[in-house]
Nanobody
Framework: VQLVESGGGLVQPGGSLRLSCAAS????????MSWYRQAPGKERELVGG????????NYAASVKGRFTISGDNAKNTVYLQMNSLKPEDTAVYFC?????????WGQGTQVTVSS
């Protein structure tokens, strides 16, 4: 299993970024995918997820209405569209998948929201 995030960077408050997570080593369409983030000095927290069946989405209250998760089964990629970014969204963002009882993570991509 390999997960590779990309798309992070520095953005001003109110701006947007789209993160990508390219997956390989498993049948992407058969597994739910999640996005997490970890800010300095804080625990990793769930941002939201994409279910395996129906590709439904769910979000943490702190990002609901601003972030959108989507998946492209043809590209084995899950996306995190982030709009109306706030300084408190600054963190390293990770995608994850749980397969056969094991959790896998990518290396993460840094998102910094600052003026």
């Amino acid at each position: 299993v390999q997960l590779v995030e990309s798309g992070g960077g520095l953005v001003q408050p109110g701006g947007s970024l789209r993160l990508s997570c390219a997956a390989s080593g498993f049948t992407f369409s058969s597994y739910g995918m999640s996005w997490y983030r970890q800010a300095p000095g804080k625990e990793r927290e769930l941002v939201g997820g994409l279910t395996s069946a129906g590709r439904n989405t769910n979000y943490a209250a702190s990002v609901k209405g601003r972030f959108t998760i989507s998946g492209d089964n043809a590209k084995n990629t899950v996306y995190l569209q982030m709009n109306s970014l706030k300084p408190e969204d600054t963190a390293v963002y990770f995608c994850g998948v749980r397969r056969l009882g094991v959790a896998y993570w990518g290396q993460g991509t840094q998102v910094t929201v600052s003026s």
